[in-house]
């Protein structure tokens, strides 16, 4: 088998997936993300409608590869009731979000087709 290197990991993806019913909750995990790390992590703007291969309305964290285990780990505990699809960067998007995703709560089927898959 022919390894990836990790080090082609550039940087990770956080979103946040909600609806019209989880919509408030998003916006309190959203003001809690940005009071808690507002300094390391890059917040997206609020879809209210799905964007790019997420079937969902969302809200992207951008994260440092340096930061991924200490958002991550807040993540895994404080998401509450919303879904979040995590992704690394590489030079291979499809990849990252087909292959080498991870998800937090329930996982949902992408729109692949927007990466070209």
Do not use: K
């Not at 990790?6 to 993806?13: G, K, Y």
């Not at 309190?28 to 309305?57: D, K, S």
Request: no cysteine; net charge negative; glycine share 6%.
């Amino acid at each position: 088998m022919n390894y990836l290197d990790p080090a082609d990991i550039t940087s990770w993806h956080a979103h946040v997936y909600f609806d019209t019913a989880t919509r408030d909750a998003a916006w309190t995990l959203r003001e809690a993300i940005e009071a808690r790390f507002g300094e390391i992590v890059q917040i997206g703007r609020f879809h209210e409608r799905p964007v790019g291969p997420h079937p969902m309305w969302s809200y992207q964290l951008a994260i440092s590869r340096e930061r991924f285990m200490t958002v991550v780990e807040w993540l895994t505990l404080n998401h509450g009731a919303l879904d979040v699809f995590v992704h690394p960067n590489t030079t291979d998007a499809l990849r990252d979000h087909r292959d080498a995703a991870v998800w937090i709560g329930h996982s949902h089927t992408l729109n692949l087709g927007a990466l070209g898959g």
